[in-house]
């Protein structure tokens, strides 16, 4: 099982434009993959909205990928430490976005040598995972595509669906109260405000949404500002929920401590990669909260499967036009693909239409 190939490469594909802030969004995927004598694994992370995917490949060029080759690919959790060790001083930035892309693939060769799905590789616990509606609210939608795409989600048998607040606090409630209108009373409905509140603003946003019974509010303010995001969680009903921007798992425990957050959204690509998000996933456990790991639908239906702790999944398919598989979702419920590995391929359309480098 020893690696004897690493090769790196990135994608820049385009924003779904239902979730898209402005015209031109987009991802830059930047992917790894790992061959050995008998199996191939593939990862990848990502940066939205600019190009400095650059950067994460130079680190991977220069850094890591040369220290992979000639290891034994079912050492993942070890090659991990390593890598955490050798980029340490570099604080927390592009070097997790590096070692997320490794870990993936990583994990993707030692589920495939020993012929399991990623789930069960990771200790599967069920069989299907819940998913919400996600990547179809964007602020820049009119209160009728909103209500239009809200609906049809419900129409496709999801019973939960998140929008997105903030950018205008004043039509905010009447967007959700036209949504909630629509969907009914027994569809829950997420609010995502991307860090763009302050305390004030986000306390006076959170009661006007609290009148239409959201499940949760999301990322109100700055992921750095751990007391306001405890006020928060005082002072209003909804749960206070994020973590999309943290970068490890050590990030959370001041969260988790404090009660701030009583739902972890991780992202895997963030944080370094899955061997760190399954520590995210225990911490979440331990203390009783949920865990919802953010935007990564493809990966994280095989991570939520392996934890107690899963609240919901973020069905956000922005990947779909861009790899062979699917998730079969039915009843608000998405299935645990079985194929060894994560499963996850790009199709080679893909590659010759959106590769840059």
């Not at 690509?269 to 995210?280: A, D, H, N």
Request: aromatic share 8%.
């Amino acid at each position: 099982m020893k690696i004897i190939s690493a090769d790196s490469w990135i994608l820049r594909v385009p924003f779904i434009r239902t979730s898209a802030d402005f015209e031109g969004a987009h991802h830059e995927l930047i992917g790894v993959t790992l061959r050995t004598e008998s199996h191939s694994g593939m990862g990848y992370s990502f940066i939205t909205d600019t190009a400095g995917g650059v950067a994460v490949k130079a680190l991977l060029d220069s850094l890591l990928l040369p220290r992979v080759i000639g290891r034994d690919a079912r050492e993942v959790e070890k090659i991990w430490h390593e890598f955490f060790l050798l980029t340490h001083r570099m604080g927390n930035g592009i070097n997790r976005f590096a070692m997320a892309a490794i870990d993936i693939a990583m994990w993707d060769v030692k589920s495939k040598s020993h012929g399991n799905s990623l789930a069960v590789e990771l200790g599967q616990l069920s069989d299907s995972v819940p998913v919400y509606g996600s990547g179809k609210a964007g602020t820049r939608l009119s209160t009728d595509e909103l209500v239009e795409l809200s609906v049809g989600y419900v129409e496709d048998g999801f019973d939960a669906v998140k929008i997105r607040v903030g950018l205008d606090v004043g039509a905010d409630p009447s967007r959700l109260k036209q949504v909630r209108d629509a969907v009914g009373p027994d569809i829950r409905i997420m609010c995502d405000a991307n860090e763009r509140l302050d305390l004030p603003t986000a306390l006076y946003l959170g009661e006007q949404l609290a009148d239409q019974n959201i499940f949760w509010f999301e990322e109100p303010v700055l992921s750095t500002d751990i007391q306001a995001h405890e006020i928060l969680s005082q002072k209003l009903p909804m749960p206070i929920v994020g973590g999309e921007h943290h970068c490890s798992a050590a990030e959370f425990v001041p969260y988790v401590r404090s009660q701030a957050f009583r739902i972890l959204q991780p992202n895997v690509c963030m944080v370094g990669g899955i061997t760190e998000i399954m520590r995210i996933a225990r911490l979440a456990e331990l203390h009783g909260l949920g865990f919802a790991p953010h935007l990564m639908s493809d990966l994280n239906v095989h991570i939520s499967a392996a934890t107690t702790s899963t609240t919901y999944v973020e069905y956000f398919p922005f990947l779909e036009p861009y790899t062979t598989n699917r998730l079969n979702v039915t009843k608000g419920r998405a299935e645990v693909p079985t194929a060894p590995g994560h499963g996850i391929e790009f199709t080679a359309e893909t590659f010759e239409r959106y590769q840059i480098a």
